[in-house]
């Protein structure tokens, strides 16, 4: 299965990237494909029935929400989220949708959503069912998989994923490949990265697009560092970010700089991106939502504090350079284990993105391609295991601390491997394997379902 860097970086909103942003994608597919039919002005009613973790914790992830802005015809990434209350609040009041933003039909949220919390679908623990109907006739039906990341598959596509999948020149299926191919032709691994995606855009393309990415992720921490309050969802967790903000900013740049000052720097641009997603804000998966605050941590470490024009170059090139190598380690994750929770526990979310940052770091400090294989081994090897366990199925507790310790961790990881030769007993493709078997492993009460860990400790104390 070929990925481009594109479909792990996605611009959307939260709280999470395979229960909100995934969900919005299908709903909305499902009414362009009953358009495409045909079907879609004969259409009287829609149901829509979630199964396995999307009916689990669907409602504290927002699956509900995502959904109905789906069929309604509205997409993660040009949604305007101010205006999603206001919405819902219309749909409820006046029991009405209006599919693909065009076609108003009757809806019911209790006969119409359905959640079915001890059902899960063959194919994949986040599987959602939609049907269309003219009156009690079915018009249509079709089944979705939320698989992590915001990537969807239709039960039709599920079957035949590796069929569908974009050929790229130089692709490769393990780090393995990934280390001879740049080994043959004289590459870093973002040179390798971009070259693949040059198979599908122009390199201009892919340099704005990414650097477009970042500007997203900047914005996200900016606005973080600005909001005050109470994060939705009934936890009560207060935003800490805002506060974290003005005590550092009071800090002269010498005291910025000292000891472990940095450190409180990176974490607060943790918090303020992942709060931003607990509050439905715009923000770019990095791999996932409940992730989505390492990267951009990681990348704004090395902006503030690291980069030096006269030494390391052209900053946009910099960052770009980061996000390649970052999407060719998540990719090996994603096409040889998983980068879903609710498949493998949050090792395949804050363990993948971790993972990437690591090996991103290390790529723009100059690092060789064995160092930041070796960054990307480390950043995932210490991160196995990690459950999904999330309280009142939010993205709030542990989810948003989660991400500060992840970045801390990636840039610890860089630190590591750019101090050694690049020489390492354990080779990331036996990092991911061992990860896709823990997560094999794992009771899926750990995984993403709200039923074990501290989703059910934390309220008992």
């Excluded at 992720?217 to 994060?231: T, Y």
Aim: proline content about 3%; glycine content about 10%; some cysteine.
């Amino acid at each position: 299965m070929s990925i481009s860097i594109f479909e792990l970086f996605k611009i959307g909103i939260g709280p999470s990237s395979s229960h909100t942003v995934g969900p919005m994608v299908a709903a909305n597919q499902f009414v362009t494909d009953l358009g495409a039919r045909g079907e879609l002005a004969q259409t009287s009613r829609v149901e829509v029935h979630l199964y396995g973790s999307l009916a689990l914790t669907g409602v504290g992830h927002g699956t509900d929400m995502a959904v109905l802005m789906g069929l309604e015809g509205q997409a993660p990434d040009t949604i305007a989220v101010d205006s999603i209350d206001q919405r819902l609040a219309t749909i409820e009041r006046e029991q009405s949708l209006c599919l693909a933003g065009d076609h108003n039909i009757h809806f019911e949220r209790e006969q119409d959503l359905l959640f079915h919390m001890e059902e899960f679908l063959p194919q994949h623990s986040n599987g959602m069912t939609c049907r269309a109907f003219a009156g009690d006739t079915l018009l249509f039906e079709r089944s979705y998989f939320s698989i992590g990341g915001g990537f969807v598959l239709s039960e039709e596509d599920f079957k035949h994923k590796e069929e569908i999948a974009t050929i790229l020149p130089y692709d490769f299926g393990s780090a393995q490949e990934m280390m001879d191919i740049c080994e043959r032709e004289g590459w870093t691994i973002a040179e390798l990265a971009m070259t693949n995606e040059k198979a599908l855009r122009s390199e201009q393309e892919v340099k704005d697009g990414l650097w477009k990415i970042w500007e997203v992720m900047e914005a996200s921490i900016e606005r973080g560092c600005h909001q005050k309050g109470v994060l939705p969802g009934g936890l009560g967790v207060r935003r800490r970010a805002e506060e974290h903000y003005r005590e550092l900013s009071k800090q002269t740049d010498e005291e910025r700089r000292q000891g472990l000052a940095i450190l409180d720097w990176v974490s607060l641009f943790a918090l303020a991106v992942n709060e931003e997603n607990a509050a439905r804000g715009r923000i770019v998966t990095a791999p996932t939502n409940g992730a989505a605050g390492v990267i951009p941590a990681t990348i704004a470490y090395y902006v503030r504090f690291v980069h030096d024009p006269e030494v390391h170059g052209d900053l946009k090139d910099q960052v770009v350079k980061f996000m390649l190598t970052a999407g060719a380690v998540g990719m090996l994750f994603k096409k040889n284990a998983s980068i879903s929770a609710a498949e493998v526990g949050c090792q395949g979310e804050i363990g993948v993105a971790c993972s990437m940052a690591s090996a991103g770091l290390a790529a723009v400090q100059g690092g060789s391609n064995q160092q930041i294989e070796n960054a990307a081994e480390i950043g995932m090897e210490h991160n196995l295991g990690l459950t999904c366990d999330p309280i009142g199925g939010l993205v709030q507790v542990p989810c948003i601390e989660r991400n500060t310790m992840g970045a801390v961790k990636a840039i610890n990881a860089a630190r590591l491997a750019l101090r050694g030769t690049g020489a390492h007993i354990v080779p990331l493709d036996s990092v991911i394997e061992t990860m896709r078997q823990t997560g094999i492993d794992m009771q899926s009460k750990y995984k993403e379902t709200s039923l074990g860990g501290l989703a059910v400790n934390a309220v008992n104390c």
